[in-house]
T-cell receptor, first 111, second 116 residues
């Protein structure tokens, strides 16, 4: 399967610090996406990176993709309390196909 | 910003009963999906729907499940005879056609289904 697996499973940092989460997957992909899920809520799309891209930025988010290592990282800079959530990577093999989610990283931001 | 909306937010049903979960995808989106998340587990793909037919389904999506787009706005998931193990959060998603850049799937807030 092409599941992504996030690392670490849980991360607790001080407000203002940077948070880095990693994702690994097994098969070739077309896109890799990162989603956020607040407790008991839906999945909010954060950023999509295509397989031919290596880095992408959106506000305080920076995503990298290394297709040779089948891995991606999500960096959140200058973390805020509101960033507390679970973060999931998800991959697809073609643009309109299903996406396969990893098990997620639970991020806690300490005030 | 346009949103995917799902109703109800929480559904409690007796085992063996039929349930219909409703979704209103983002207007003008062409691709529709259902996923589920059992408590504490990964989000799992159930089914994708395009051009008024199922384009892909998972092993979970057996004969007790069906999807329908009865009109131009709603997208429903029906579970015919619910089982205890169907208890989960069910997410609907929709996606626009690619417009020069690959489009993400946008998710609703989910319906929490509890089977008693």
């Amino acid at each position: 399967s092409q599941q992504g697996e996030e690392d670490p499973q849980a991360l607790s940092i001080q407000e203002g610090e940077n948070a880095t989460m990693n994702c690994s997957y097994k098969t070739s992909i077309n896109n890799l996406q990162w989603y956020r899920q607040n407790s008991g809520r839906g999945l909010v799309h954060l950023i999509l990176i295509r397989s031919n891209e290596r880095e992408k930025h959106s506000g305080r988010l920076r995503v990298t993709l290394d297709t040779s290592k089948k891995s991606s990282s999500l960096l959140i800079t200058a973390s805020r309390a509101a960033d507390t959530a679970s973060y999931f990577c998800a991959t697809d093999r073609s643009s309109a196909s299903k996406i396969i989610f990893g098990s997620g990283t639970r991020l806690s931001i300490r005030p | 910003e346009p949103e995917v909306t799902q109703t109800p937010s929480h559904q409690v049903t007796q085992m063996g009963q039929e349930v219909i979960l409703r979704c209103v995808p983002i207007s003008n989106h062409l691709y529709f999906y259902w996923y589920r998340q059992i408590l504490g587990q990964k989000v799992e793909f159930l089914v994708s729907f395009y051009n008024n037919e199922i384009s892909e389904k998972s092993e979970i999506f057996d004969d007790q499940f069906s999807v329908e787009r009865p009109d131009g706005s709603n997208f429903t998931l029906k579970i015919r005879s619910t089982k205890l193990e169907d208890s989960a959060m069910y997410f609907c998603a929709s996606r626009d056609r690619d417009r020069g850049s690959n489009q993400p799937q946008h998710f609703g807030d989910g319906t929490r289904l509890s089977i008693l």
